[in-house]
Nanobody, 116 residues
Framework: QVQLVESGGGLVQPGGSLRLSCAAS????????MSWYRQAPGKERELVAT????????NYADSVKGRFTISRDNAKNTVYLQMNSLKPEDTAVYYC?????????WGQGTQVTVSS
């Protein structure tokens, strides 16, 4: 079965950095479009970043452009989100998402809290 396991969240001060990881199993990772989403309290889940199967193309929400970087290692079945210059408004649960053909799957999420 498809499994996506996020890690790397935590508490960080404004201006700090975190690196999230999402380990995938149960499907052909190298064929899947991978994305990170986030959901803040009281808000809808929003798309943060997407990376194509080869890693050659990436897209970002305007709110994170220039600060976040999505990458993938197909040999390790893992997608990453490097988050720099974090702001309090980045506080949210971050979710990994895979899309393979018509099928999409979610991880359980990892909490990121940006606060002094």
């Amino acid at each position: 079965q498809v499994q996506l396991v996020e890690s790397g969240g935590g508490l960080v001060q404004p201006g700090g950095s975190l690196r999230l990881s999402c380990a995938a199993s149960g499907f052909t990772f190298s064929n899947a479009l991978m994305s990170w989403y986030r959901q803040a309290p009281g808000k809808e889940r929003e798309l943060v970043a997407t990376i194509t199967i080869s890693g050659g193309n990436t897209n970002y929400a305007d709110s994170v452009k220039g600060r976040f970087t999505i990458s993938r290692d197909n040999a390790k079945n893992t997608v990453y989100l490097q988050m720099n210059s974090l702001k309090p408004e980045d506080t949210a649960v971050y979710y990994c998402h895979s899309k393979l053909g018509l099928f999409g799957s979610w991880g359980q999420g990892t909490q990121v809290t940006v606060s002094s």
